[in-house]
């Protein structure tokens, strides 16, 4: 059974449509709610107090991964072993405290430091506020109003502070010295972490840039699979609000060149990215490359999530 890979043209096609997507979206957010501190701010019921792990997968796509359905690439989490869900808002609060303390000493107020808030602290800061977001969506109370509304707001300050860090430093993940690198080419990440939460807000047209950024402009990094991964999903989302039938069609063409183009190399998102190129190709009328590309995800990944999200039709040859 032969499986299509990809295509020379829908890809330089893509191209430029990533190039459109990057150059989108630019503009800071004109209103970023402020964190007010930790008051108030309810601890997800049902969760051990100790869960919110660094090191777990975020989902990638809500609808699409649920339960952390791949594995991104090891990051440079600051949280290794993980903190405790109180922890982590004990953390923001102070970060946030600092940052506004060194502002007031910039501005003569000595009984604060002068010293800002260095890149790796900024990092560590939109790190925590993500993981915050994370652990509040997985939590009992996510549905209420007010836990929705600290989603957001972490989110849009965990995407504040990625921005900050690739705009300002492009070495953040170097240690405070700048003497002992980390890991080079820190921007990838943020980039992937800022589509991801603005995809999750809603934000279709930013999450594109975000993702399409990452792939023109790092091609040789492990999140771009993902960033690939990432633009088609945000795609598809913006596919389905199209009311113009040939816009949509278009827009579902260009979702499949660029789940097609998150299988190489292979890495932890090649199986969902098989499941989407086959519920994309469906979505199109194509039941052939539909039936392909679910067969791969059979041979392949056989005992993986997204194996087990293969239609019934594809399953049973029809």
Known sequence: MAFRGIDRGPLLTLVV???AASCAGRDPDLTIP??????????P???????????????GRAEAAPDAAFTPPEG?????RGLPYNQLLDRVDFLENYRACSGSAAAGDYSCSRVPLTPRLIFELASSYRLLARSLAQGDRAFEDKTKRLIGVARRNSVKNYNILIST?????????HDEPLLRHCTDEALYYIGLQQQELGETQKAQAAFGKLVLDHKDSPWRPYAYYGFGAATVDAAQNESDPSKRSELYGFAETSFTGALI???????MALLELGNVREL????KGALDAFHQLQLTHTSS???????????LGK
């Open 305 to 315: 999530r997204a194996s087990a999200r293969i239609p019934d039709w594809a399953r």
């Open 45 to 59: 019921a049902g969760e051990p107090r100790v869960a919110v792990m660094a090191s777990e997968p975020e989902a």
């Open 34 to 43: 402020e964190w007010t501190g930790s008051s108030g701010v309810p601890e």
């Open 284 to 287: 199109q009328g194509d039941r």
């Open 76 to 80: 440079r989490d600051p949280f290794p």
């Open 265 to 271: 190399p292979a890495s932890g998102v090649t199986g």
């Open 17 to 19: 449509v990533l190039i």
């Open 169 to 177: 430093d492009a070495d953040f993940c170097m240690d405070d010295d």
